[in-house]
T-cell receptor
Framework: GNSVTQMEGPVTLSEEAFLTINCTYT??????LFWYVQYPGEGLQLLLK?????DKGSNKGFEATYRKETTSFHLEKGSVQVSDSAVYFC????????????FGQGTTLQVKP | EAEVAQSPRYKITEKSQAVAFWCDPI?????LYWYRQILGQGPELLVQ????????DSQLPKDRFSAERLKGVDSTLKIQPAELGDSAMYLC?????????????FGEGSRLTVL
């Protein structure tokens, strides 16, 4: 079945450091790929998405590129801020699916001033 | 900005009791989802509605869980009887339609603790 694997957390960085959170997936066909973010005390919200191979999703300084050859969708940001502290979830919707999101286990990011 | 409303935010109950959660999706959203998020894990889909019809309830423990969306608007998720392993965050989400577009709008969740 379809699945998503994320790097273990927590990730602790200093402000302005470079961020990478690894995400790999297993799926048949061509899934759509997403990053959701959960800030403390808030609901999950969509951060960015990519729906076909080689697409790059971007938002709020974050980027992720859909790599079919490596089945990956790593999240990156060049300079993190304290306000980026949150839990980040990689997710997919399968190519033959009704819209069911399959999530990874989440990665907690803590950014220190 | 329109939001998905959930209640209660927190619920503490003893095992074998009945529990109910309510969700009001964003107006006009035809698809409604209930997810369960156990601490330290990603959310897992329990049930998906398209209007008032169930599209996917393959992961819903039907011996104790039930969900309904009678008029295709708000929804209720019930657990009876609750067990210790049901302690989790229950998330409701909605989207304009189902499919691969993937922008689900989530509520803040209902945190259940079973003692």
């Amino acid at each position: 079945g379809n699945s998503v694997t994320q790097m273990e957390g927590p990730v602790t960085l200093s402000e302005e450091a470079f961020l990478t959170i690894n995400c790999t997936y297993t799926a048949t066909g061509y899934p759509s790929l997403f990053w959701y973010v959960q800030y403390p005390g808030e609901g999950l919200q969509l951060l960015l998405k990519a729906t076909k191979a080689d697409d790059k999703g971007s938002n709020k300084g974050f980027e992720a590129t859909y790599r079919k050859e490596t089945t990956s969708f790593h999240l990156e940001k060049g300079s993190v801020q304290v306000s980026d502290s949150a839990v980040y979830f990689c997710a997919l919707i399968g190519s033959s699916n009704t819209g069911k999101l399959i999530f990874g286990q989440g990665t907690t990011l803590q950014v220190k001033p | 900005e329109a939001e998905v409303a959930q209640s209660p935010r927190y619920k503490i109950t003893e095992k074998s009791q009945a529990v109910a959660f309510w969700c009001d999706p964003i107006s006009g959203h035809a698809t409604l989802y209930w997810y369960r998020q156990i601490l330290g894990q990603g959310p897992e889909l329990l049930v998906q509605f398209q209007d008032e019809s169930v599209v996917d309830d393959s992961q819903l423990p039907k011996d104790r869980f039930s969900a309904e969306r009678l008029k295709g608007v708000d929804s209720t998720l019930k657990i009876q009887p609750a067990e210790l392993g049901d302690s989790a965050m229950y998330l409701c989400a909605s989207s304009v339609t189902s499919g691969r577009a993937g922008e689900l709008f989530f509520g803040e969740g209902s945190r259940l603790t079973v003692l």
